[in-house]
């Protein structure tokens, strides 16, 4: 069975750094995208960031600059760099990992950061 484990939320002040990992384990396939998703109080569940396979990366606007995604493909890790962090970006973040070309996709189950202007 497939689990995802986010780590390393919080709370942190503006303008700090926070570096979000999460580990996935039973992983009986080959991994394609990777992304993290947040979402806000009020919102809906959005894109923060993503990495495919072949290492290209995609980037939300709001964190363009300020965020950096990585992945560890031997050890099924994914990263997010949170640099110069801001209140509104406050939220619960998620992990995905796309099984490779399969359409399928693993959540893991959320952690929170929490941003004090």
């Known amino acids: 069975q497939v689990h995802l484990v986010e780590s390393g939320g919080g709370l942190v002040q503006a303008g700090g750094s926070l570096r979000l990992s999460c580990a996935a384990s039973g992983v009986f396939f080959t991994i394609g995208t990777m992304g993290w998703y947040r979402q806000g109080p009020g919102k809906q569940r959005e894109l923060v960031a993503s990495s495919s396979r072949g290492g290209d990366t995609t980037y939300a606007d709001s964190v363009k600059g300020r965020f950096t995604i990585s992945r560890d493909n031997v050890k099924s890790t994914l990263y997010l760099q949170m640099d110069s962090i801001k209140p509104e970006d406050t939220a619960v973040y998620y992990c995905?990992?796309?099984?490779?070309?399969?359409?399928?996709?693993?959540w893991g189950q959320g952690i929170q950061v929490t941003v004090s202007s």
């Open positions: 995905k990992i796309d099984r490779f070309y399969a359409g399928v996709s693993y």
